[in-house]
């Protein structure tokens, strides 16, 4: 069963930076992505960076250059590093978990979430 935990959301000041974490237990047999995704209040889920089974990663253009998505060499803990912080950035970020890769951005493909974590950027 897959399970999700983040954290290391907080508060910074703009233009700071934050790096989250999420632990992962296992992820979906075969090819899979796992991703970041964000809500603000009123405003829709948004899909962050996504990295697929094989690696490669996908980005929101909102975030390129300043946010990178990795996971540590054992594959068991997914990172968000956040650099150039921006009140706009302000949210509820989630990790989430599906099999396959295609449609990274597509919160509703994603079987597998996390609590989130709270980032806030004043």
């Known amino acids: 069963h897959v399970q999700l935990v983040e954290s290391g959301g907080g508060s910074v000041q703009a233009g700071g930076s934050l790096t989250l974490s999420c632990v992962v237990s296992s992820y979906p047999y075969g090819r899979y992505c796992v991703a970041w995704f964000r809500q603000a209040p009123g405003k829709e889920r948004e899909g962050v960076a996504g990295?697929?089974?094989?690696?490669?990663?996908s980005y929101a253009d909102s975030v390129k250059g300043r946010f990178t998505i990795s996971q540590d060499s054992a594959k068991n803990i997914l990172y968000l590093q956040m650099h150039s912080l921006k009140p706009g950035d302000t949210a509820m970020y989630y990790c989430?978990?599906?099999?396959?890769?295609?449609?990274?951005?597509?919160?509703?493909?994603?079987?597998?979430w996390g609590q989130g974590t709270q980032v806030t950027v004043s």
């Open positions: 990295i697929e089974s094989d690696g490669s990663t």
């Open positions: 989430a978990a599906k099999k396959d890769g295609a449609n990274w951005s597509r919160g509703d493909d994603y079987n597998y």
